[in-house]
């Protein structure tokens, strides 16, 4: 373990480390489970996606390139790969698939996880989080993946016509059948993930054990509300686009908003408040410097030095760009510089927080003081 990592393991949550290589990763256990997973997680959005359409804007690796990717993460001690049954219509799945076979990777040591929602068909039932939706795509996910079961299956977006009870008695199924051992959500509200706890509770389902979520330093909408909850009830983060679908990559700045032929020159997502944004790479350049490190390993390792973080998806279309944000796991971020990075980058006040804030401060817990 380097002295770097002794520092940030004092500094954050605690966690388990192993040194591979020159860098130290870190596992969590993911939200109130016992399963360990890395601070990086590979995501595979870029798996597949073809020379034209939506999902070509994203990415288009094919199998060797994919492979590769996946061997550059588990060298470095990732274990944790997310993908979804919709990204390039089903080729990452077959790709992620095909990739560990390709390499030989043990079941066991590597944690994947996917997702269902999103439009795989024609018909009216093609989609959302229905009993029925929900089995005839776990099979299909099943056979993409070449897997037996999946490690953590997630509703990849919240249903308004499904009853959420249908939903989650769907995945407690799935558990129960052996096909998953957990189960999770993604963009799903505070409210949301809070009621479903609640009737997991009371219908002794198999309980949410995470999140996925967008959360940057550009955009930290998810602290009103998101971030106590997930805190408060125990289930784990998992953070994507980290980068801000790049525009925290270094490239852009206000002198080059356009950012040569980055993902933002094609596809301008998630939403920025970009005014912001310049406010805070002007502090993580310098911060850069002093590292001697890039501005997208900055806005990286704010993001590994949050509490609520479990683990955050790094994507990438080359080897040596995923070897860039790996080395993030060993910036230790000073309090001055972690203050600096804050005050470029709070969200305004907004009740009920400000009056929470006020109406509280007499009830500070004594070891708070």
């Known amino acids: 373990m380097t002295v770097d990592a002794k520092k940030r393991r004092d500094r954050r949550h605690p966690g388990v480390f192993l040194k591979w290589k020159e860098n130290v990763m ?3 256990t993911l939200g109130q489970t016992g399963l360990l997973v890395s601070e990086l997680c590979l995501g595979t959005m870029t798996f597949g996606g073809g020379d034209e359409g939506f999902w ?4 288009r690796l094919e199998q060797e390139e994919a492979d590769a990717l996946v061997r550059t993460a588990l060298d470095a001690g990732i274990n944790f790969i997310d993908t979804a049954n919709v990204y390039a219509e089903g080729r990452s799945e077959q790709i992620t698939g095909q990739a560990l076979r390709n390499l030989g990777i043990a079941r066991d040591e590597v944690v994947i996880a996917t997702k269902v929602f999103s439009r795989m068909g024609q018909g009216p039932n093609a989609s959302g989080a229905s009993r029925y939706h929900i089995m005839a795509q776990v099979k ?3 056979k993409r993946l070449q897997l037996e079961h999946i490690d953590l299956y997630q509703i990849h977006a919240f249903d308004s ?5 249908e939903t989650l008695e769907a995945l407690d199924s799935l558990v129960r059948q052996g096909h998953v051992r957990y189960v999770g959500v993604s963009n799903w509200a505070a409210w949301q993930v809070a009621k479903a706890l609640g009737i997991c509770e009371r219908r002794q389902l198999s309980r949410i054990a995470s999140l996925q979520s967008y959360y940057t330093i550009a955009g930290r909408d998810l ?17 994507w ?3 801000a679908g790049g525009l925290l990559s270094g490239k852009y700045d206000r002198r080059n908003q356009q950012g040569g032929e980055g993902r933002r020159a094609s596809f301008d997502f998630p939403p920025v408040d970009r005014e912001r944004g310049y406010d805070v790479i002007d502090v993580m350049r310098g911060i850069a410097e002093t590292h001697r490190r890039s501005v997208a390993q900055i806005a990286l390792a704010w993001l590994l030095h949050q509490q609520a973080v479990t683990s955050v998806i790094v994507g990438a279309k080359r080897p040596e760009q995923l070897a860039e944000n790996l080395a993030a796991v060993d910036i230790v971020l000073s309090p001055d510089e972690l203050k600096a990075l804050d005050a470029a980058s709070a969200l305004p006040r907004e009740y009920p927080g400000w009056m ?9 817990k004594p070891d708070q003081r």
């Open 161 to 165: 016509v499904t009853p959420m009870e």
């Open 56 to 59: 070509g804007h994203i990415g």
């Open 140 to 142: 299909e996910s099943l």
């Open 223 to 239: 602290e009103r509300e998101i971030v106590p909850m997930l805190l408060s009830e125990k289930v784990g983060l998992m953070v």
């Open 356 to 364: 929470l804030e006020r109406q509280g401060a007499n009830r500070t």
């Open 26 to 28: 870190r596992y969590h």
């Open 241 to 243: 686009s980290p980068l």
